[in-house]
């Protein structure tokens, strides 16, 4: 063999080639400009709320002045789905937050529907699923869903949970 001839594994090294000036502005500076700039549009024009007039913060000021009225339920028992011998139960204390105190007037008009509401709900439950701050999370959340339709023209707030033993 001669030293031209190569042996039969070895196979020619590419040569390396480096990025040409317009190359690299036009496969890396060119798209960093264009994301940056997308997302500082976007921030302006999706994300930045417009800052309230004068009307809006006067009606936001009285708002927060007046406290919010709490109407007091009557305790809900419960049985919740069992799937042995032994039953479970709930027993819960509950307040409904509403604007004023002549909201709450109207929502004793409606309370039957709103507690039937939650009884339907509650049946429907396992223990399981009231285990942990997000169970009791998720049960808060149901209730208000439901406590607001329920109670159509009036608004309902927040329900706040007085107290709740599972067993």
Not at 33 to 43: D, E, K, P, W
Not at 138 to 167: C, G, N, S
């Amino acid at each position: 063999m001669t030293a031209v001839d190569e042996a039969p594994g070895q196979a020619e090294q590419p040569k390396k080639k480096k990025l040409s000036g317009k190359k690299l502005v036009l496969f890396i500076l060119l798209p960093v400009l264009l994301l940056g700039g997308g997302g500082a549009a976007a921030y302006f024009f999706l994300l930045k709320k417009p800052a309230p007039d004068a009307a809006q913060a006067a009606a936001a000021a009285e708002e927060a002045a007046t406290p919010p009225f709490y109407l007091a339920m009557d305790e809900l028992q419960d049985n919740l789905v069992s799937t042995g011998k032994r039953s479970n139960f709930l027993r819960l204390s509950l307040w409904l937050q509403v604007k004023n105190e002549e909201e709450s007037k109207k929502l004793g008009g409606v309370m039957p529907r709103i507690v039937d509401q939650f009884h339907t709900y509650l049946r429907s439950l396992r223990i399981e699923d009231l285990q942990g701050a997000d169970g009791v999370q998720r049960m808060r959340d149901e209730l208000l869903m439901r406590a607001r339709a329920a109670a159509k023209p009036v608004e309902v707030q927040d329900v706040l949970i007085k107290a709740m033993l599972a067993q």
